[in-house]
């Protein structure tokens, strides 16, 4: 069990990371090794899934008002968006668990308890996610930022926002979610910095790229926290019949302490998120994927 200082660093890498585009897991796996931590841990499993739920309790406390105005003031707004979150996904599920299984499959190919979990911590496979990361975060971050130049020149502009209304189409819904299930294996593959930059490919606003995204991100947390106690309840299990019972009682105080801090970070990560959108700002998520990726290869090659 990692003593409460290190709880609460982890939740504050991940309360800020989960929000920002340069992937949490990449962070919290690189933060956990640094401090001599096992990421595969049932322990530190139980710890993660209460990161990630303060975090979604971020996004919502942060988001309501928006999603409010934008998804629930008429009966045929929240129908929009229901089909379009249901259908992103629908999408997240067909490509996201299939391949999972494949990878599983795999990877762990002559052993029958194989997961994906189990390849998480491995920093030669999240240094590559990085950089793909990042590479798609700067192609749509310069691509957004040349357009709204060009764009704000024109006496529409403003006007083709309004009227073009405050959700993503189906079409930039479905992108997003299929995207989305891309990222699910990957670790350092960054869901909202994936998700937000191919709806901005697809020709959505940034604003409502980012609401839909963080929209979908509470649909999805749930689903991934029920596997991840899931898992921690069938190594609990395990350890159990081998004699080696896991006391998982010590870890429930710091894990709940941990999900508050990360709850607070997230709302700092979040505002600050925002305003890097506002000013046009989303390809420097971009460098720091990169720049991120390299400095995970050689925290490899320093046998972490």
């Excluded at 991840?228 to 069938?234: D, F, G, H, P, Q």
Aim: glycine letters at 8%; one cysteine or more; a positive charge.
């Amino acid at each position: 069990m990692p003593s409460l200082l290190k709880v609460l660093i982890l939740a504050i890498v991940q309360g800020l990371a989960e929000l920002l585009p340069v992937s949490s897991s990449a962070h919290v796996v690189v933060a956990e090794k640094l401090m001599g931590l096992d990421p595969s841990s049932p322990q530190m499993t139980l710890v993660l899934v209460m990161l990630h739920t303060g975090t979604m309790f971020a996004v919502i406390f942060y988001f309501w008002s928006q999603w409010k105005q934008a998804y629930f003031t008429t009966s045929h707004a929240t129908n929009r968006f229901l089909v379009r979150a249901a259908w992103a996904t629908v999408l997240t599920g067909v490509v996201g668990y299939p391949l999972i299984a494949i990878i599983e499959r795999t990877a762990f190919k002559g052993h029958s308890k194989g997961e994906i979990e189990m390849l998480f911590s491995r920093l030669d496979l999240i240094a590559p996610a990085l950089f793909a990361a990042g590479v798609l975060i700067l192609i749509a971050g310069l691509r957004e930022r040349g357009e709204a130049k060009s764009a704000t020149a024109r006496p529409d502009y403003e006007r083709s926002i309004v009227l073009s209304g405050d959700n993503v189409t189906f079409a930039q819904a479905g992108w997003m979610g299929a995207i989305q299930g891309f990222c699910l294996p990957f670790r350092g593959f960054s869901r909202s910095g994936a998700t937000i930059s191919t709806g901005l490919l697809a020709g959505a606003n940034r604003q409502r790229a980012e609401r839909f995204s963080f929209a979908l991100a509470v649909i999805i947390t749930p689903l991934a926290i029920a596997r991840e106690a899931e898992r921690l309840l069938k190594a609990k299990h395990v350890a159990d019949l081998a004699g080696q019972p896991l006391d998982l009682h010590a870890s429930v105080v710091a894990a709940l302490l941990g999900m508050v801090f990360s709850f607070f970070a997230g709302l700092a990560a979040l505002r600050w998120l925002s305003s890097w959108l506002e000013h046009g700002r989303w390809y420097l998520f971009g460098i720091y994927c990169l720049v991120a990726s390299g400095v995970v290869f050689y925290l490899y090659h320093l046998g972490y």
